[in-house]
């Protein structure tokens, strides 16, 4: 009888383990931030809040849309930075804020974690979706970072898409989202992601000109497909003045995005400098596999500990090889969103929703 | 008896202690690179080896003198570097090899392991020193990485040295290193040091005009000061097809340098993209502060085996807190040495040496 019931309990685990697997393999999910700063619920118009969680809810659906239908990684992790760089709401592409000389520069990356290959762009203008840039950076170059206007001409080269400096501008959906935003100025919202004491004279400037859709407003998201690979990808209009040439942590690797499909996906938003010197989306990772570390302590421990302490602010969205998704920022904001392996949709803008 | 034992021995240690800490403290050391590659001695010219072992020697003794004088980390870096930019034997401003536009583009980067804190520039040209535009934008600037001409033009408003593009080009040396080429040529001497699929093109072109300096010679340096800070430094020309813009590992923190006072400072030199993708630098601090291995085993495991592993070719300097250190390349060569702790001194080119 003991026997016998090891036999069948062992049929019942071959029976059981191909499908779990199978049902494992299957399951697909996909997180995505808007950019992280000082939002608060009380002073945001509840058209704008509404129009952000409208916002991000067409972009997760859009990526998720894409890995149901067993699409790769990459596709949904383009089709989904593409409807945030169309969207005038967050800094990325359309919807860059315009720099002191009239022009809006672009960074972009996207990382393929079962490769750990990727495709970066810094510093680039009139690039309609830098994201595909950076898409054509990883498939079609053998380099990993092209920078300026040598990045533009290579990219004309490979066909890719520009638009003029009105496009950028969007005159139409600008001035609705200006009508918001002087509402929004009228009630007193303040804007200051990055408090730190380098920071006031750009902050005293940004306060001029105060913009709560995201003058900070990266754009990120982080996906696992059907055949279990992690992709991450960032898009960006830049902090500030461009004319240095700064090029921030997003178009690089291990800074503002990192993925490696056996261990995690991380796309960040907030201090450049400070992401880039504490290597934020890979030193995740690097708890994660080397101390064993969950991914939400991991995420916690490099933005709530090293990253705060040491005068960074901003947050990550982050997802492990089971499609689990840690979403940590230390600002009082960040607009993010994910739909996990269930199939359960969030979207959230204040700490604590 | 058993009391006054113990009274002499507490004695004994409070007066050894203070000592040995201010010995341990005082203990300097520097390590340098000048590139990986796969030079052979039964190929190299006498003259050749000697003339690089000759700089090696000049390069360390210059920021060893630095250091040994009570000097920072950054000035015996910056030293340093600036001794290996301004001989043409290398590939890092002076020397750096024209491209086909007939310009130069150097990246250069330094880290305070101290503060984290770095600064970088990447893609400029016709400064004299480009390790001194990287500590201006450290010290100077609120950001981390500046490009292009932009970063050009904050450096002239710095009152940073600019060079005609002869100057680069260094006529009278540059034809005794011409020179010594030809013999070389002659000699058959081959310089593969990327034999990966993506790189059979370039590497054909880059045997026409075959180049045993360094076409792909970034140098690069770590030192630990009195004060116990660990700094590390690189500057390079360059590697290939400048028209793209492409962006390698030496201005990325993480990747090509990476400086902590905790744990470890490198400097790496190599094929860049994977430099960038395995983020070398860090890495190897990562495996020793998460895994408790030593700086030896750690540059080994993310050189020789993950590296090597995914086709990365090139090789680090590294070292720990207690002025340890490893030069581990997966290459036939690199020229590299190091004035250790003891004060001794050690100059290398080919594997096993």
């Known amino acids: 009888m003991k026997k016998s019931l090891h036999v069948f309990l062992l049929a019942l685990l071959i029976s059981i383990s191909p499908a779990q697997a199978i049902a494992e393999k299957g399951r697909v999910a996909i997180a995505v931030h808007g950019g992280a700063g000082t939002m608060k619920p009380s002073r945001a118009t509840p058209e704008l809040e509404r129009a952000y969680r409208e916002a991000l809810t067409v972009a997760l659906k859009t990526g998720y849309a894409v890995l149901e239908s067993g699409g790769s990684g990459l596709d949904a992790a383009v089709a989904t930075i593409r409807v945030m760089e169309d969207s005038p709401l967050f800094n990325a592409a359309r919807g860059a804020v ?14 393929d974690g079962d490769t750990l290959d990727a495709g970066a762009v810094a510093a680039i203008k009139g690039v309609r979706n830098p994201i595909e840039l950076a898409r054509l950076v990883l498939e079609r170059s053998p380099h990993v970072l092209l920078v300026g206007e040598s990045a533009q001409e290579w990219g004309r080269e490979q066909g890719i898409e520009f638009q003029d400096p009105e496009y950028f501008y969007t005159e139409r959906r600008w001035k609705s989202l200006e009508a918001a ?22 902050d005293k400037e940004a306060a001029k000109d105060f913009d709560p859709s995201g003058r900070f407003g990266t754009v990120g998201v982080v996906v696992l497909d059907r055949s279990g690979r992690l992709t991450a990808a960032t898009s960006t209009g830049g902090l500030t003045n461009k004319r240095w040439g700064r090029v921030g942590d997003t178009p690089i690797i291990g800074a503002g995005t990192y993925a490696d499909s056996r261990t995690c996906a991380v796309s960040g938003t907030g201090h450049g400098e400070y992401f880039m010197r504490y290597m934020v989306a890979y030193d995740i990772c690097a708890e994660m596999k080397y101390q064993g570390r969950s991914i939400q302590v991991a995420a916690e421990s490099v933005v709530m500990d090293k990253l705060k ?9 982050a997802m492990d090889a089971q499609g689990n998704i840690a979403m940590v920022f230390n600002t009082p904001g960040m607009y993010r969103g994910y739909i996990d392996i269930e199939g359960k949709l969030f979207t959230g803008i204040y700490a604590g929703e």
Chains 1, 2 share one sequence.
């Open 181 to 202: 935003r002087e509402r929004a100025r009228q009630s007193g919202i303040e804007f200051d992601p990055f408090p730190t004491q380098e920071n006031k004279t750009q």
């Open 98 to 111: 315009f720099n002191s000389s009239g022009g809006n520069e672009f960074d972009a990356i996207i990382m």
């Open 309 to 317: 302490s040491a005068g960074g602010n901003g947050g990550v969205i």
